[in-house]
């Protein structure tokens, strides 16, 4: 992602699907309700929680680290509990949100 506001094409469709339907919400939602939705589309969910992450529109609120885990897990996402929507993020929406 280039840093120059001029040279910023905006969020992708998937982007900003995910965060009109954490905005929905109630502006958190927990992880394991968003997989259940995207079970098949797991890769384009992966890469629009990282393009509104780079974006600082949305925060990954994570688990407290378990007493033993078991071996050989957690799986990357089994650590991330919720998103949640940042201030910056309800503020820059709204100007794409017309587009």
Same mark, same amino acid.
């Given at each position: 992602?280039?840093?120059? =506001?001029?040279? $910023?094409?905006? /969020?992708?469709? #998937?982007? &900003? ?23 098949? @589309? !797991?890769? &384009? &969910?992966?890469?629009?929680? $990282? #393009?509104?992450? #780079? !974006?600082?529109?949305? +925060?990954? +609120?994570?688990?407290? /680290?378990?007493? +033993?885990?078991? /071996?050989? @897990? /957690?799986? =990357?996402?089994?650590?991330? $509990? !919720?998103?949640?929507? *940042?201030?910056?993020?309800?503020? *820059?929406?709204? !100007?794409?949100?017309?587009?």
């Amino acid at each position: 992602m280039e840093l120059h =506001p001029l040279a $910023d094409p905006g /969020p992708s469709r #998937e982007a &900003l699907a995910l965060y009109r339907y954490l905005r929905r919400y109630g502006g958190s939602v927990r992880l394991s309700c968003i997989l259940k939705r995207a079970e098949n @589309e !797991r890769a &384009l &969910l992966a890469a629009a929680i $990282d #393009e509104l992450c #780079e !974006r600082y529109w949305i +925060v990954i +609120v994570w688990r407290k /680290p378990r007493a +033993v885990p078991p /071996p050989g @897990e /957690p799986s =990357p996402m089994d650590d991330a $509990d !919720r998103l949640c929507i *940042t201030r910056f993020g309800r503020r *820059t929406y709204l !100007r794409w949100s017309s587009r």
